[in-house]
């Protein structure tokens, strides 16, 4: 079993494992005290399966306690502990684990960075050199081992460490990243510049390289080669906070420290790397853990914060991601960006009202920033203020300058604004803005072509726009929808039929598209089949104008339908 998934394997168990297996259910002891360390236990695994990592790790440790030889639980409030960011208790916990598992991974690894946290770089790999290994163990050790011995100023063998990797898993341009950062520190600079080349060659855009090379070329004191390289990357926005810091520095005429100043913060980078890898939500867990311990070794570290808080969202704890967010001080780059993570966050957690403030205040303190004012449109749309949502999109649209296919959500954003603020002529020209920009986006060619069906024009092109959504994402049950309303419009009532049959079964329950259903059924002489629709209609609705509507068709009909013989 590898690292990612020794660990996943044993969180997963700590919400969900067998109360008779090895559990402290098996070992606690009758009357009051057992009672209530036995509730400790049941309350810290419904924690666990929560993800309420924090409350988890201090029920387990309660639960530890009252039993403190239990192998299992001191592996539960280990993991936990490191999880909720207390690695300082982890770190204690870790040394239980050991006692009883000499080879445990999760905390050999635990216990290699607290030792190198305070400076013990032999120790940390000595902790290392007792782990247990597998494919994805050996690739972390290595990495975390090639910065302990670079801390012992041994890079010889720090390099060959790095010269394993491959073979552990890694990529040649994690390989030939750390190969460069490794040099860097230990003054190598012609051979740190040809590994960071290297690097770029195989990611031209990973932000962490371009932040450590680009400060490598300033402090070489190469600052026409550093503006030349930030330069060139200017068009991608997910490098602005690099590239507008980087420019700075060379207008004030200052040099910036190394991206990786210490051993410490070299272990810190590879943990966040191997995290940052990690982006499916069956992955969360182990990315905490490994994000934690990168923040325990380089507190400062603002990128590892924003994935640490990503990895939050992944698994809905809005909340916790936003304590990290604020974490990041407001003079980092990345402030802009978490402010309004944190406004979307709280949009989340229905506080919309919050959410607005903050991103109100962000455009005030950088109106040029379009994320903000975009932002701030979905928050006053999100809170059914389409007027308001209208003039935060417009903010966003000055700004691009000339629009790229990559801005089509921003003017369907604003179009649907438009159509709620009831302007439907700016609406329909931005929607068409959209799909000029994006010929093939399901959702805006289902957009535009609804709203011409509803407005009654264009009916024949509408269906045609409808179809190529379709083809695009046959399984949305409601552009299926569209596409059958579409036929019922034109009055082809069978065909309507047909299709909308198909939306009902991919959407089972949604109002709208039942009542659909039954008026295409209707109006192809079905009518027991339509009223049955109608009712599941009433029955799911919640609107009481819409359920007066339905209502009266179950009692008038919708005029007179085909004749059918078996009606």
Not at 250 to 277: C, T, Y
Not at 435 to 452: A, H, I, R
Not at 514 to 523: I, K, T, V
Request: overall charge negative; charged content about 25%.
């Amino acid at each position: 079993m590898n690292s990612i998934a020794a660990v996943s394997v044993a969180l997963a168990l700590c919400a969900c494992a067998d109360m008779n297996s090895g559990s402290f259910a098996a070992t606690s002891k009758p009357g009051d005290a057992g009672a209530g360390a036995f509730g400790n236990y049941l309350s810290a695994r419904a924690a666990a399966g929560q993800h309420d990592m924090r409350d988890a790790a201090k029920l387990y440790h309660l639960s530890l306690d009252a039993d403190p030889d239990n192998a299992d639980l001191a592996n539960r409030a280990f993991l936990y502990a490191a999880a909720s960011g207390d690695i300082d208790g982890a770190v204690e916990l870790a040394a239980k684990v050991v006692a009883n598992s000499a080879d445990d991974r999760a905390a050999r690894l635990a216990l290699a960075v607290g030792a190198l946290h305070k400076g013990d770089y032999a120790g940390a790999r000595q902790q290392m050199a007792q782990s247990a290994r597998g494919p994805f163990t050996t690739l972390t050790l290595l990495l975390t081992d090639a910065w302990a011995a670079q801390g012992m100023r041994d890079t010889a063998a720090a390099l060959k460490d790095i010269d394993g990797l491959p073979a552990a898993g890694s990529t040649e341009t994690l390989t030939a990243y750390h190969r460069a950062l490794v040099l860097d520190l230990a003054d190598r600079a012609p051979e740190a510049d040809a590994a960071y080349q290297k690097a770029l060659s195989q990611d031209a855009a990973a932000p962490r390289a371009v932040d450590a090379y680009g400060r490598f070329l300033e402090r070489a004191g190469r600052g026409a080669d550093a503006r030349a390289f930030y330069t060139k990357f200017k068009d991608q926005e997910n490098l602005d906070p690099i590239v507008n810091a980087g420019l700075a520095r060379l207008d004030a005429n200052q040099k910036p420290e190394r991206l990786v100043p210490s051993a410490e913060a070299g272990a810190a980078e590879a943990l966040f790397g191997i995290a940052a890898s990690l982006s499916d939500a069956a992955s969360a867990d182990i990315a905490v853990l490994y994000l934690r311990l990168a923040l325990y070794l380089e507190p400062d570290f603002d990128l590892a914060k924003i994935v640490l808080a990503d990895r939050f969202e992944a698994i809905k704890k809005y909340d916790d991601a936003i304590t990290v967010y604020r974490s990041i001080d407001t003079a980092s780059p990345y402030a802009a960006a978490a402010g309004i993570q944190i406004a979307i966050d709280e949009g989340r957690l229905d506080q919309k009202d919050r959410a607005i403030a903050e991103l109100k205040r962000i455009t005030a303190s950088s109106p040029k920033e379009i994320s903000a004012w975009t932002s701030l449109g979905d928050a006053y749309r999100a809170s059914s203020k389409d007027h308001e949502a209208v003039q935060a999109y417009d903010q966003a649209i000055k700004l691009i300058d000339p629009p790229s296919k990559k801005d089509w959500p921003l003017f369907f954003a604003r179009a649907v604004s438009e159509q709620g603020d009831k302007n439907w002529d700016a609406a329909e020209l931005d929607m068409k803005e959209a799909l000029k920009l994006s010929p093939d986006q399901p959702e805006v060619l289902n957009y535009l072509g609804y709203s011409w069906v509803e407005h009654g024009i264009y009916l024949l092109q509408a269906v045609a726009m409808l179809e190529k959504a379709r083809a695009l994402s046959p399984y949305d049950g409601y552009i299926v929808d569209s596409v059958g309303w579409a036929y019922f419009k034109l009055g082809r009532y069978d065909d309507a039929a047909k299709v909308l049959e198909q939306a009902v079964l991919i959407v089972p329950g949604d109002p709208t598209i039942n009542e659909h259903y039954g008026d295409a059924l209707w109006m192809a002489g079905r009518r027991l089949d339509a009223r049955f629709q109608w009712n599941h209609a009433l029955a799911f609705n919640t609107d009481p104008k819409t359920k007066s509507e339905i209502e009266k068709k179950l009692q008038d009909g919708l005029g007179a339908p085909q004749a059918r013989a078996s009606d």
